[in-house]
């Protein structure tokens, strides 16, 4: 069985970076086949995406609340994805989830959750101003 677990959160001060990470495992999962993909959800609101990467780390997608600060990276080697993210807002503050896409074509990196099957349990971002 597939699983992801998310690290790296933290609360920090606006303007601040932190790097998330996700870790997959499982029993015969090859993580190079699967789309990679952060969403987050605050209180009171519904999860959204962040930011994903291709199988092959070839193409990325951003939200656009988050392009131009947030970089997301992948490697196959260690079956890590991560999440950069720079100059905090306040409005970032979220659970930030990772998830996979073992369906995905080798240069999609799809942004819809309902294209991953497989989620972690999250790591908790707070930006504080």
């Known amino acids: 069985q597939v699983q992801l677990v998310e690290s790296g959160g933290g609360v920090l001060q606006a303007g601040g970076s932190l790097r998330l990470s996700c870790a997959a495992s499982?029993?015969?999962?090859?993580?190079?086949?699967?789309?990679m993909a952060w969403f987050r959800q605050a209180p009171g609101k519904e999860r959204e995406f962040v930011a994903s990467i291709s199988r092959n780390g070839g193409n990325t997608a951003y939200a656009d609340s988050v392009k131009g600060r947030f970089t997301i990276s992948r490697d196959n080697a260690k079956k890590m994805v991560y999440l950069q993210m720079n100059n905090l807002q306040r409005e970032d503050t979220a659970l930030y989830y990772c998830?996979?896409?073992?369906?995905?074509?080798?240069?999609?990196?799809?942004?819809?959750?309902?294209?991953?099957?497989?989620w972690g349990q999250g790591t908790q971002v707070t930006v504080t101003s």
């Open positions: 998830a996979a896409d073992a369906q995905a074509l080798l240069l999609i990196a799809p942004t819809t959750s309902q294209n991953y099957e497989t």
């Open positions: 499982g029993l015969a999962y090859t993580f190079s086949r699967s789309a």
